[in-house]
T-cell receptor
């Protein structure tokens, strides 16, 4: 199993602040995915990054895949309370998606 | 357009009891999987199936059985429940193996007392 380490584990910020969440591995992945999970719900896919160095934007969220395809980051600009949730990175390992432990984000008004 | 449906949503079991967590998808997806989610541990793969009639073990298979008699259904059986199996269980489906977009159900919160 290829391990995905996420940091920070918890993040509590105020509305309007910027933040970055990291996902690191010692292994190379063909692609990495970011999911968001809200309380009482299953994770929902936000984005897939495939090419080393790739940057994808989803409104105020910016996703980057490292050049060596071993790490990824998620940057949120001007966070809003609606961004609150658990952010999970995942990568295909063998026959299954391997998930990081997640970053729990709380955005307060 | 139901997607992935899990039942029940909540369940309390006594130690030693058995039960089946149901999972059904209506997207004609070939690949299905079961995860458990525990605080501080993230999502861990229990079992997966790449198609009807084919199942295999994931990271934490002990105490669980699965079968895949149809494309739509992928039930998870707890043989003899233990307190260590208290967790939130998620079923997911992917269009096929190698397709990295997983569609998750809403989860089953299981408590074993």
């Amino acid at each position: 199993t290829q391990l995905l380490e996420q940091s920070p584990q918890f993040l509590s910020i105020q509305e309007g602040e910027n933040l970055t969440v990291y996902c690191n591995s010692s292994s190379v992945f063909s692609s990495l995915q970011w999911y968001r999970q809200e309380p009482g719900e299953g994770p929902v896919l936000l984005v897939t990054v495939v090419t080393g160095g790739e940057v994808k934007k989803l409104k105020r969220l910016t996703f980057q895949f490292g050049d060596a395809r071993k790490d990824s980051s998620l940057h949120i600009t001007a966070a809003q309370p609606g961004d609150t949730g658990l952010y999970l990175c995942a990568g295909l390992s063998g026959y299954a998606l391997n998930f990081g432990k997640g970053t729990s984000l709380l955005v307060t008004p | 357009n139901a997607g992935v449906t899990q039942t029940p949503k909540f369940q309390v079991l006594k130690t030693g009891q058995s039960m089946t967590l149901q999972c059904a998808q209506d997207m004609n997806h070939e690949y299905m999987s079961w995860y458990r989610q525990d605080p501080g541990m993230g999502l861990r793969l229990i079992h997966y199936s790449v198609g009807a009639g084919i199942t295999d073990q994931g990271e934490v298979p002990n105490g669980y059985n699965v079968s895949r008699s149809t494309t739509e259904d992928f039930p998870l059986r707890l043989l003899s429940a233990a307190p260590s199996q208290t967790s939130v269980y998620f079923c997911a489906s992917n269009r096929n193996f190698g397709d990295t977009e997983a569609f998750f159900g809403q989860g089953t919160r299981l408590t074993v007392v």
